[in-house]
Structures are given as C-alpha cells and as structure tokens.
C-alpha cells in the first residue's frame, strides 16, 4: 500500500510534527517489539499443544490434552484480540496528531 511518495515525505513529515508525535513513534516502536514476543509466545503455545497430541494416549488423557490446547489458543486469542485493540488505539491517536499538524500547517 505504501508508495514512494509516502516514503519519500516520511522524513519531511516527521520533522513537521510536534515532540509528542515523536513520542507516540518510539512508542509505536515498543508496541512492536512487544508485538514480537507476544508471537513467539502464541508460537510456543501452539507447539507445545501439537506435540501434546502426537502421544499414543488413552481417551482420557486425550480428552484432557484437547481440553489444554484449547485453553492455549483461547489464551493466544485473547492476547491478538488485546493487541489489535491497542493498535486501534494508537492509530487514532496519531491520525489525530496528524490532523492536527495539518491543521497547523494551514
């Protein structure tokens, strides 16, 4: 979606904007770092629940294992769901710094 234009402006745009626009940025960039763990910790998760099931086990112990991969992905859910929220969030507070440097830029 991105073009050269956009990236072309970037560097001009980040220097238009105030300091906390320059703040949200590093924040941005915090969130994405977290982003990182968090899928590495779903990735761990899903593994751990697959290798679960790979065992020749009685329907009991079956029935426990798929009862615990389902509470795993249920967890990894809730953490994406609460991620894309708090991206959400920051997006709308920088589209509302971005109007705000145009508006001040008229």
């Known amino acids: 979606?991105?073009?050269?234009?956009?990236?072309?402006?970037?560097?001009?745009?980040r220097e238009k904007l105030p300091g906390q626009a320059r703040r949200a940025a590093s924040?941005?960039?915090d969130a994405a770092?977290?982003?990182?763990?968090v899928a590495s910790k779903s990735k761990d998760?899903?593994?751990?629940?697959y290798d679960k099931t790979r065992k020749y086990v009685t329907q009991e112990e079956a029935?426990?294992?798929?009862e615990s991969v389902v509470e795993d992905l249920v967890s990894?859910?809730?953490?994406?769901?609460?991620m894309v929220l708090d991206l959400i969030d920051r997006v709308e507070h920088l589209e509302g710094i971005v109007t705000l440097a145009g508006k001040q830029s008229e």
Do not use: C, F, N
């Not at 990894?76 to 609460?82: C, K, N």
């Open 1 to 13: 979606m991105s073009t050269s234009d956009e990236s072309d402006s970037s560097p001009r745009l």
């Open 76 to 82: 990894v859910v809730r953490m994406q769901h609460a």
């Open 63 to 66: 029935w426990y294992q798929t």
């Open 45 to 49: 998760a899903l593994i751990k629940g």
């Open 33 to 37: 770092s977290k982003g990182k763990d």
């Open 27 to 29: 924040k941005g960039k």
